[in-house]
């Protein structure tokens, strides 16, 4: 897509969501079912994802495993974040790169130590290649930092709830 071609995008959706909010409310559902050793297919819409674990997990290896997709996640998020902020302010960028680098302990993950199982520490490193002042491109990049869903989800604390439903195992 072109960048005049996103700008009408988000412009549009921009127009739309200021004259009535309620339309970008909405749920989300992603459906993971376990399905041999600790392989997982994920189904949302009409997308299906395998997640697996590597070997020495325990795992085949035939899928990448969850930190794949949730660093995938953060910075795909970035770098489109990035692109729509870019064609919105007409700032023309050649290349762009987002690598996700997170820092773990996965003692935690089996049940050994105290320390928390998630990453101690998580960070991104931005490549643009562009015409465009560096300064122009650093508040470029905060704009759109400051308006990521994904890059808010790694930050700010939100609400969780787990719902059990036990089932009778089928005959």
Aim: hydrophobic share 35%; proline share 5%; with cysteine.
């Amino acid at each position: 897509m072109s960048q005049h071609t996103i700008k009408e995008a988000f412009e549009r959706s921009e127009r739309a969501l200021s004259l009535k909010p309620s339309i970008g409310r909405g749920s989300a559902k992603t459906t993971v079912r376990l399905s041999e050793g600790l392989a997982c297919e994920a189904r949302d819409g009409r997308w299906k994802l395998s997640v697996d674990m590597s070997e020495k997990s325990g795992g085949s290896g035939a899928a990448p495993d969850p930190g794949v997709f949730g660093r995938t996640a953060l910075g795909s998020c970035l770098a489109i974040g990035y692109a729509k902020w870019a064609a919105v302010r007409g700032v023309s960028i050649r290349s762009l790169e987002v690598e996700v680098q997170a820092d773990y302990d996965a003692a935690r993950e089996y049940g050994v130590g105290d320390k928390s199982p998630g990453y101690s520490q998580v960070r991104y490193v931005v490549k643009v290649e562009s015409d465009a002042p560096e300064d122009e491109i650093a508040r470029l990049l905060d704009e759109a930092d400051s308006c990521s869903p994904w890059l808010d989800v790694f930050v700010r604390p939100i609400e969780l709830r787990r719902e059990l439903r036990v089932l009778l195992p089928e005959e």
